[in-house]
Structures are given as structure tokens and as C-alpha cells.
């Protein structure tokens, strides 16, 4: 039996005392009070370091303290002064590991010496440097290249990444599946196909200009919460946010500055002007009514001769599609698309309302829009309600992404990609004298697959946890054992390390927050932010041992171990200096990277040119095209007993890494193992909170996936959706359940049934976790 939760009502802004807190609490249990607070200080600062959590652009002239609550639980997690030793795993086999929970395994503190795994024992042993990389390179030559992946963290800098790819393909791959597979690979495919651009068009200047802000599928308190000094400036601006999402999330309804002891004392500021409770997978309905609204007033104003509300120009001029689009739109139905959005006419009305009164208008959205099984429809579809008032290309205006991991994005344009096609391949073939494969590698539910029928022979891990962050964790875990080389880069312990292949190596790295010392001094590596802006970060810290390489040196080692000798390139060079490894970046993507070694530690980053923030669209029409979905407008589901269970972060976590089992902002306390439910449905199904259920993924499959022991919590959530925490529900999602052109996991629409207990526990009434009610005009 799961300890449960402790539910209780958390009526606080975002920020305020409660992080304050929070950040004095993780510093403290990581035992690194004094070190952690002098280093803080230098968090995303010019010629300091960057955060190691999420890519939230850094300004050019940063405040006092430019870190935010989970920013400083990274940075305590990683420079913490535990350690775990070979000590610890002469104590301890990995049979027993596989019952910790996520956080305590993390929690052992950081990796100290490369070690394999001893089946004999079932334990991991200590093994030199140069054994491991002879051993794995060995292998690595007996194993058919197509059947080994190459997997990347949104961690990774530049640098680290280039030569991984870079490896990658000297040694005959191309299975660079990364996390962007599980996040934002459908921005990255549906973008292209309608600016011409797979990334965001939106500068953080741009935040000062715009009069209008709409937020959809994201919740900046816990995934980019340094977003909130812009979203507040632009606030007390009278600047209307417009946010549509399925939970009422803290962060975007109220914010309190640590850093102004007049708001500490007075209270915060409201965010969100207008908070719109879409059902799981319904912004592309709810975005569809706001532009028939949009349409309607605009032919309203054409027959009473009144100023055009669409920019007629910008269309004529920039855009193709406008006619079908419209015709789409008019040929709606108000009932049909509320019942897919899951909201008022009136409440589209409205918020088209705004939109047509607001003259630069940025749209940002998370992987509330990318993680649906429709995600890169929907996303065209922001792209559409943008175009319609030329809303991209201008000052305070675009199309904001806001990507998870620091350096996820930067990855991509360095070459991290199983699509050939965005790889420069003759450019390597030019530089570096070999002839790289040209057939598109494996995404990350393409390796799982492979992985499951046993195709997969090789997997090497630069960071993350593979195998606790994808779907189908009971098909995932027996096939893993199957894996004939397991290699994972790391700092930390997790899940993925602890079920071994038939060969397992765990070597451990430096972080980002400390000094990375070669030949030639201290180094610096570089990574780019969700504005596609790139920055320099230097260490801070002295390494928590001797023993450990930086990611460079680890994959120099494993290439030296596994390729042929290159006369054009020299591995050893580049770890004693890594400008020349962004010597090597700039020469592969010269009009990328001009001038990198000089730009990279300029205040706020450099920006990498993009054509559509000069309205130039690289499509094959040359235009920005509106385009209209085929299956977007998906209505929920027609069975009453289904629900739609979209998973979610705690406020105690950062992707798989779970520094607490609390969620403050949510009010629930001690326990992970939780389901977010409407109040109406609870009585519906004769439950209470505090009971226990278990969810059941509806699928016409023959594998059955459920999770049981759930504590029912009671909160503002639309009818028929539920919510729970990821990467625990993860074994609910099917691995064909993802979006339709990108194979991103569906993790935000997950249809389910519940199964009530025998016995109801007889319990307390446990108060309804909701957060405090923002006025919607």
C-alpha cells in the first residue's frame, strides 16, 4: 500500500514566500546552503552559467536574482554534496534498486566512477576509464550500426552534441532519437509547413512591445518560471493575457516577485485577464471559434463599409490558403465547436474580442498542443489565427514555443535528428572525409518499438532516463534486458541505469555548474534558448570528484574506442580546446554561427538568423500558408464511463526528476500517486476523495495497461478529464497512441476508465485542491 497524500487547499500566488521557502528547503536537503546561495548568484548571468532546467530565453540585463524556484532546485540537485560511491553499489544490487522510488535513486547523490554491470553480483562494479571505452568501442564494431541509438537529453550543450552526432555517423548511424521526440517535435513539423521555420519567431524584446498575450497548454509555474518577470511586467501594463488551458494553474493567474519586498508584503499581480478551462485536446475547436469570430467580424465590417478587421495586405502579399480557411471556418458550427472545446460561444466570442482589438499579439503554447494525437493540426491552427492580423514577422508579435529542456532546441541545430534532411550531410562529408548514411534513423517511439521486438542491439544515453520518460513502461522494462550494450552518460542514478542490458556501462559526468579543466584551462560550452538565441556558460564550481570526464571527453573516449583514425579530425584537440569544436559548428553552419567564438558570451545571446521574423517564408510556395485541419475538431468521447487523462508535472520535479513528492501549487503533499478529478464526476461515480482507484487505458489492443492504488483529488478540472502525474501514468499511454506527423506520445489525452474499489475507505472529507478564481472579463 502507497503511503497517500496529504490534500490541502494552497491559496498563495506563484513566487512569494512559498518559494522563497522552497528554494531554502532543496538547498538545505541537498547540504549545499553556502555554496548553493554564491552560486545561485551567477545563474544565467552573462559570463556565468546556465540554468540546467528548462531554455526560458535569458535577458541581456538580468535582475539581482535571475533564477527562479525550479531553476535553484536544478542547481542544488547537481552541485549537491552527495555523492554515490562504489561503495553504495557494493551495497546495494540493482534488483533492489528497481524498487526505489524515482527520487530516491536520484537522491543518492552524483556518479563518481565509471562502473559495469556484474551480472553474477547483479550489482555494478568500478572499471577504469580506458576499460570501459576499449570494451564499449569492442562492442560497438561487432554490432550492426542500424541497430544501435544514439539517444540525446535536452541537457546537452552544443558542443557535446555536435560531436555526438558526429560520431553517431562516422560509425554508421543514424538513430538520434532525443527528447524532443516526446515534446516539441510537433512544432518542429508543423511549422516548417506553414512559416517555413521550425522554431518559435518570437524574441524576449518582443514581450515589451506586445498589447496582447495568448497562453495556450502550458503552465509556466512549474515549466519556465522566469517567464513570469515579462508576463508580470506586461500585466501591469494593462497588457490582456488570454490563457486557455484544462487546469486553473497559479502561475498564470497570480504572481508575487521575490525580488520586490513591496509586492512580498502587498500581495502579487493577476496574470491571466481572461482564463478559459478548454477540455483536454479542444484548442483547436476553441481556436477555431476565435477565428470564425475573427471571419464574422470582419464580414460584418466589409458590408457596413467599416474598416477591414483581417490585415489585408500582409495576406494578399505574405500568405496562401486565406479563401479555404475562411470557408472552413464560416462552414462551423457554434454547437459543434463548443462541445469540442469544451466552452461557450461566448467565451470564444470574447476572446476573439481582444484579439481583433490588439494590434501585436504573441501566442505562446506548451505540450498541452504538441502531446494530442491532432497536435501539428492544432498547431497550424495558431499559426492561422496569427496570420489572419499579420501577427507574425513584426515587433510584439509571433509564435512562441516554449521548450522544456535548456538545450532541446539548440540539439536540433547541431545535427541531434533522425531526418536526414535537416542534417548537412555533404558539408560532413566535405569537412570530415567519410560518407555518412543517408537513410532516416529512428524517433524515439521507432526505437521503443525496435527495442520491444528485440531489433535493437545498442543504446548509448547522453543523460536523461530513456526508459522512465516513454510510454509503455510494462513492455518497455522485460524487452530493456534484451538490449545486448546499454552505456549511459550521467550525473545522477536513475531508473534507466538500474535494468541492465546483457553489457551495461554507467559513466558519470560533469555537470554544467562545474569547472570542465582541459589542456589548454578552463572550458566553456554554449546552448540555445526557446528564442533561438545562443549562450555562453562557464563552470562554477570544483567538480564533486576527480574521477569524473565531461560529456566531450567521454564521447572523444568512445570515438577514439570505436572508429578508424581520422587524419581531418583529431578528437584529443578538441578536449584540450572546445573553441575549436565551435570552430567545427560555425564551418558546418556558417550562416547559424557566424563569429561563434566571439558572440557566444554576448549579453541575452545571439540570435541565429531566422527568415520568418523578416516575413521571408522558406515553404515551398514561399508563403506563409494557412492551412485547414482535417480531424482536429475532435469532439470528446462518446462512452460515458471514458475519461481523457492528461499527465503533467509536479511543482517537485522537473521532467523525470522528482526532487520532492510534493506539489504545492496543486495542495497535495507525500505522495505522487494521484488523480485530479471534477467534484460532479467524483459524486457521479459515488466516490469521495481520498479513495483509491485504478485507471485502465481504453485501447483495441491486446496489452493491457493499468495503474491501481490512485488517490482520488478533488479540483477545477473539466468535466470528463482527468489529471496525474508524469512519468508515473506513463504506462497508460500505448506507443501508437501519438500525434498524427510527429509520433510524439498523445500523454495529454489518454483515454481511460476508472475502477472503483471494493470497499469505499470511510475517510474524512479532504477540502477540494483548487486554485483561487480569476475574473474571465
Not at 541492465?500 to 560550452?525: H, K
Amino acid at each position: 500500500m502507497r503511503q497517500k497524500a496529504k490534500v490541502e487547499t494552497y491559496d498563495a500566488p506563484a513566487g512569494g514566500w512559498g518559494s522563497l521557502n522552497a528554494v531554502a528547503h532543496i538547498l538545505t536537503q541537498e547540504e549545499v546552503a553556502i555554496l548553493g546561495s554564491e552560486i545561485l548568484l551567477k545563474q544565467n548571468k552573462p559570463d556565468g552559467f546556465m540554468c540546467v532546467s528548462c531554455s526560458w530565453a535569458k535577458p541581456a540585463k538580468p535582475h539581482p536574482f535571475e533564477f527562479c524556484e525550479n531553476g535553484a532546485k536544478a542547481t542544488a540537485w547537481e552541485i549537491t554534496g552527495k555523492t554515490a560511491t562504489p561503495e553504495f553499489f557494493a551495497a546495494h544490487t540493482l534488483s533492489e534498486l528497481r524498487g526505489w522510488s524515482d527520487h530516491q535513486l536520484e537522491e543518492q547523490g552524483r556518479l563518481t566512477m565509471p562502473m559495469r554491470y556484474d551480472p553474477a553480483s547483479d550489482k555494478y562494479v568500478p572499471t577504469s576509464w580506458q576499460a570501459a571505452f576499449e570494451e564499449i568501442g569492442a562492442e560497438l564494431k561487432k554490432i550492426d550500426p542500424r541497430s544501435v541509438i544514439f539517444y540525446t537529453s535536452g541537457r546537452a550543450s552544443l558542443e557535446a552534441s555536435y560531436m555526438y552526432q558526429l560520431f553517431g555517423r562516422m560509425y554508421g548511424s543514424n538513430n538520434f532519437p532525443d527528447s524532443s521526440n516526446m515534446c516539441h517535435e510537433t512544432t518542429s513539423v508543423a511549422l516548417p509547413e506553414v512559416i517555413g521555420s521550425p522554431v518559435g519567431t518570437v524574441l524576449l524584446d518582443d514581450f515589451e512591445h506586445t498589447d496582447c498575450i495568448f497562453f495556450f497548454g502550458h503552465n509556466t509555474t512549474t515549466n519556465a518560471p522566469r517567464m513570469l518577470h515579462p508576463l508580470q511586467e506586461a500585466a501591469q501594463r494593462g497588457v490582456p493575457i488570454i490563457t486557455f488551458n484544462p487546469l486553473r494553474e497559479r502561475g498564470l493567474e497570480r504572481f508575487t516577485n521575490p525580488q520586490n519586498p513591496v509586492q512580498m508584503i502587498a500581495g502579487g499581480t493577476r496574470i491571466s485577464t481572461h482564463y478559459y478551462q478548454v477540455r483536454p485536446g479542444g484548442d483547436a475547436a476553441a481556436i477555431a471559434g476565435i477565428c470564425k469570430a475573427v471571419i464574422e467580424e470582419d464580414d460584418a465590417a466589409i458590408s457596413t463599409g467599416l474598416a477591414r478587421i483581417i490585415d489585408v495586405d500582409f495576406i494578399e502579399n505574405h500568405t496562401s490558403g486565406f479563401e479555404e480557411f475562411t470557408a472552413f471556418c464560416r462552414n462551423q458550427r457554434w454547437e459543434e465547436l463548443e462541445r469540442a472545446a469544451g466552452l461557450k460561444r461566448q467565451a470564444m466570442i470574447e476572446a476573439a474580442s481582444v484579439y481583433t482589438r490588439s494590434n501585436a499579439v504573441i501566442v505562446n503554447y506548451g505540450m498541452g498542443i504538441t502531446q494530442h494525437k491532432h497536435g501539428v493540426e492544432t498547431n497550424k491552427m495558431i499559426v492561422n489565427l496569427l496570420l489572419l492580423r499579420g501577427n507574425i514577422g513584426k515587433p510584439g508579435a509571433g509564435i512562441s514555443p516554449i521548450r522544456g529542456h535548456s538545450n532541446v532546441q539548440g540539439q536540433r541545430t547541431v545535427g541531434i535528428t533522425e531526418k536526414t534532411k535537416l542534417v548537412p550531410l555533404d558539408r560532413l562529408s566535405e569537412l570530415y572525409g567519410f560518407e555518412p548514411p543517408r537513410w532516416d534513423g529512428l524517433t524515439t517511439v521507432d526505437a521503443c518499438q525496435g527495442i520491444i521486438k528485440g531489433e535493437v542491439e545498442g543504446f548509448i544515453s547522453l543523460g536523461g532516463n530513456f526508459l522512465r520518460a516513454v510510454p509503455e513502461r510494462s513492455l518497455m522494462e522485460p524487452a530493456w534486458s534484451g538490449l545486448r550494450l546499454s552505456v549511459q552518460i550521467a550525473t545522477k542514478l536513475n531508473r534507466s541505469h538500474v535494468v541492465p542490458g546483457e553489457l551495461t556501462y554507467l559513466l558519470p559526468c560533469l555537470g554544467r555548474i562545474e569547472i570542465d579543466r582541459q589542456v589548454t584551462g578552463a572550458q566553456a560550452v554554449s546552448m540555445e534558448d526557446s528564442t533561438t538565441c545562443i549562450h555562453g556558460s562557464r563552470g562554477q564550481r570544483r567538480p564533486v570528484a576527480d574521477t569524473l570526464l565531461s560529456e566531450p571527453a567521454i564521447i572523444a573516449g568512445l570515438a577514439k574506442a570505436t572508429l578508424a583514425r581520422n587524419p581531418k579530425l583529431d578528437w584529443d584537440a578538441w578536449i584540450a580546446d572546445y573553441s575549436l569544436i565551435r570552430e567545427a559548428i560555425e564551418r558546418t553552419y556558417p550562416d547559424q554561427f557566424k563569429d561563434f567564438n566571439r558572440r557566444m558570451f554576448e549579453p541575452g545571446g545571439f540570435p541565429r538568423p531566422l527568415a520568418a521574423r523578416q516575413r521571408q517564408w522558406k515553404t515551398p510556395n514561399g508563403k506563409a500558408n494557412f492551412t485547414v485541419p482535417k480531424s482536429a475538431l475532435n469532439p470528446p468521447p462518446q462512452d460515458d464511463g471514458v475519461f481523457e487523462l492528461m499527465t503533467m508535472r509536479a511543482d517537485g520535479q522537473f521532467n523525470t526528476t522528482i526532487y520532492n513528492e510534493d506539489d504545492r501549487f496543486r495542495g497535495v503533499h507525500g505522495s505522487r500517486y494521484v488523480v485530479f478529478m471534477n467534484p460532479d464526476d467524483i459524486m457521479a461515480l459515488d466516490l469521495r476523495p481520498g479513495d483509491l482507484i485504478t485507471l485502465q487505458t481504453v485501447a483495441d489492443d491486446a496489452v493491457e495497461r493499468s495503474v491501481g492504488e490512485l488517490q482520488v483529488v478533488a479540483y477545477d478540472i473539466p468535466r470528463k478529464a482527468l489529471a496525474g502525474y508524469y512519468p508515473e501514468l506513463n504506462e497508460l499511454i500505448p506507443l501508437w497512441h501519438y500525434a498524427e506527423g510527429s509520433k510524439v506520445p498523445a500523454a495529454k489525452s489518454i483515454p481511460v476508465r476508472i475502477s472503483k474499489p471494493t470497499i469505499p475507505e470511510l475517510i474524512d472529507e479532504i477540502p477540494i485542491a483548487a486554485s483561487q478564481t480569476v475574473s474571465t472579463s
